[in-house]
């Protein structure tokens, strides 16, 4: 009997060992895993809702139509002419409005959407997407436009300059229309009106193009205009 109550508490003693050495490794484990940081859970994308989308759409047509009609149907003369030496031409205010067109939205898609979601920015945002649509186009408030921006001749007619902003405004809208980019969490500044959410950029490109418009018809109305 001997032999097998030697082999029997042997076994016990194995089986305690283990169990006690499976707790402490458990207890390590769980002691670990209590002390390390949880980790973030990366926030939900948010894409616009329909209702962003058709705002933000029925801005962009309206200003659309609104530019072309006020550059549809002038001469040469017309297209070209200067109310002062340092005021911009009908011609210049059109290129101003193509180039910015593209250059804007480009701002927005290679640089304010390159970066992760930063929902806690919100409280930086002043401004109401209304405001943006109203402000912007305000001409009692003058702005200078940056250097990149200003007119140098680069489309040789009215044609051209109407092609470049078609090809950049049909590009606004397609992206606004299909993307899923979470334009609400990505910002970027403005000099003049703060920190703005990427959509209200969308919105600016708008509110930028009704700005000048404005412009041109401050030239149209200048009384040395040609007739003809």
């Known amino acids: 009997m001997q032999p097998k109550l030697s082999r029997m508490w042997l076994i016990v003693a194995l089986c305690l060992t283990t169990a006690a050495a499976f707790a402490q490794s458990a207890s390590g484990q769980s002691s670990s895993s209590q002390s390390s940081p949880a980790q973030s859970v990366p926030a939900p994308v948010r894409t616009l809702t329909p209702e962003e989308r058709g705002a933000a759409l029925r801005s962009l047509q309206a ?67 209304e405001v943006v649509l109203q402000r912007v186009p305000d001409r009692s408030r003058k702005a200078q436009a940056p250097e990149f921006l200003q007119p140098t001749g680069r489309f040789a007619n009215h044609d051209e300059t109407v092609k470049a902003f078609e090809t950049a405004r049909s590009a606004t809208e397609d992206y606004i229309r299909t993307t899923n980019d979470d334009l609400r969490d990505h910002f970027g500044p403005h000099p003049l009106l703060g920190t703005m959410d990427a959509y209200q950029w969308i919105l600016l490109i708008s509110a930028h193009s009704e700005r000048h418009t404005k412009q041109i018809e401050e030239v149209k109305a200048d009384p040395n205009f040609p007739k003809e």
């Open 63 to 129: 200003t659309h139509d609104a530019f072309l009609q006020a550059i549809s149907g002038l001469s040469e003369k017309q297209w070209r002419f200067k109310p002062a030496p340092d005021r911009w031409s009908v011609a210049e205010v059109s290129e101003h409005i193509a180039v910015s067109e593209s250059t804007l939205l480009g701002l927005v898609q290679t640089k304010f959407m390159a970066g992760p979601a930063t929902p806690e920015k919100r409280a930086e945002v002043k401004v109401t997407d």
